[in-house]
């Protein structure tokens, strides 16, 4: 079992900025795509990001792009998410997940961290 581990979640003010991470052990990440998702109170969870393992190739929800960078740092075996302009809609619950491609279904996905919590607010 992959086993990833979510952290950089908090409280930040509309317009601010979090920077999320996803460490992986047990295995080398780099050989995952990885995707983030995020679950809003009574919505179902969707994907926000993804960034492959074979080119590195990056994908974004369309809610999320141009204010969203998803990035990986194989040396620290991690998988980071630097999130800017935090809009209040941006609240949730962020997962990263890992598989052999990258896909905004949630059902593609086999490996799932325990999720870390943004919310924007004033």
């Known amino acids: 079992q992959l086993q990833l581990v979510e952290s950089g979640g908090g409280l930040v003010q509309p317009g601010g900025s979090l920077r999320l991470s996803c460490a992986a052990s047990?295995?080398?990440?780099?050989?995952?795509?990885i995707g983030w998702f995020r679950q809003a109170p009574g919505k179902e969870r969707e994907g926000v990001s993804c960034?492959?393992?074979?080119?590195?190739?990056?994908y974004y929800a369309d809610s999320v792009k141009g204010r969203f960078t998803i990035s990986r740092d194989n040396a620290k075996n991690t998988v980071y998410l630097q999130m800017n302009s935090l809009k209040p809609e941006d609240t949730a619950v962020y997962y990263c997940a890992a598989e052999d491609y990258c896909s905004g279904s949630v059902g593609d996905f086999g490996s799932w961290g325990q999720g870390t919590q943004v919310t924007v607010s004033s």
């Open positions: 960034i492959s393992s074979s080119d590195g190739s990056t």
């Open positions: 047990g295995f080398t990440l780099d050989y995952y795509a």
